[in-house]
T-cell receptor, first 114, second 114 residues
Framework: EAAVTQSPRSKVAVTGGKVTLSCHQT?????MYWYRQDTGHGLRLIHY???????EKGDIPDGYKASRPSQENFSLILELASLSQTAVYFC?????????????FGAGTRLSVL | GDSVTQTEGQVALSEEDFLTIHCNYS??????LFWYVQYPGEGPQFLFR?????EKGSSRGFEATYDKGTTSFHLRKASVQESDSAVYYC?????????????FGDGTVLTVKP
């Protein structure tokens, strides 16, 4: 069964530290996305990628970097973590041309920055 | 920019009650509209979509009709069950881009009591 797997599932980080969130998909999809979810708010797009070795900025990219070393893997990097980046982060994938914008999400990573 | 507004932040019902969650959108182009559902500890799951005016989307007893005139896509279910308790997100995606980006509403927490 196709899947999007995120690791770690939860993480506690210190302010100013570096955090890397990882995502692996077995969907064979071209597009991958990182969304952020805050309590009581919807999901907001941070970065996305449609091909390996290339990433694009989403709606709220400040303070985040992304890396797509292969079709299957997509990472989100917080170089200097801040308190305001405490949130749940979701990775998703989408097949180009098919599924008509249907995104397949991972289970999420809960990040707490202290 | 594009936006989605869900009127109800929380809805509490009893089993067999009728459900309505209101969703209104604002978009620069002609969007596709979606409903996603998120169960505790999981990522959002695609429920259904509609691509054009007057089209009805449906799945698992839930349905919504695309109304371009009132810019709405309200979610309805005739008889809810306890297992329907979850967070429901309305979202839009524009046809004229190929990013697959979705813009989400803030979500509605549905609690169904037995």
């Amino acid at each position: 069964e196709a899947a999007v797997t995120q690791s770690p599932r939860s993480k506690v980080a210190v302010t100013g530290g570096k955090v890397t969130l990882s995502c692996h998909q077995t969907n064979n999809h071209d597009y991958m996305y990182w969304y952020r979810q805050d309590t009581g708010h919807g999901l907001r797009l941070i970065h996305y990628s449609y091909v390996a070795d290339s990433t694009e900025k989403g709606d709220i990219p400040d303070g985040y970097k992304a890396s797509r070393p292969s079709q299957e893997n997509f990472s989100l990097i917080l170089e200097l973590a801040s308190l305001s980046q405490t949130a749940v982060y979701f990775c998703a994938s989408r097949d180009w041309g098919a599924s008509q914008n249907t995104l397949y999400f991972g289970a999420g990573t809960r990040l707490s920055v202290l | 920019g594009d936006s989605v507004t869900q009127t109800e932040g929380q809805v509490a019902l009893s089993e067999e009650d009728f459900l309505t969650i209101h969703c209104n959108y604002s978009a620069s182009g002609y969007p596709a509209l979606f409903w996603y559902v998120q169960y505790p500890g999981e990522g959002p799951q695609f429920l259904f979509r509609a691509s054009r005016d007057k089209e009805k989307g449906s799945s698992r007893g839930f349905e919504a009709t695309y109304d371009k005139g009132t810019t709405s896509f309200h979610l309805r279910k005739a008889s809810v069950q306890e297992s329907d308790s979850a967070v429901y997100y309305c979202a839009l995606g524009l046809h004229n881009t190929n990013t697959g980006k979705l813009t989400f509403g803030d979500g509605t927490v549905l609690t169904v009591k037995p």
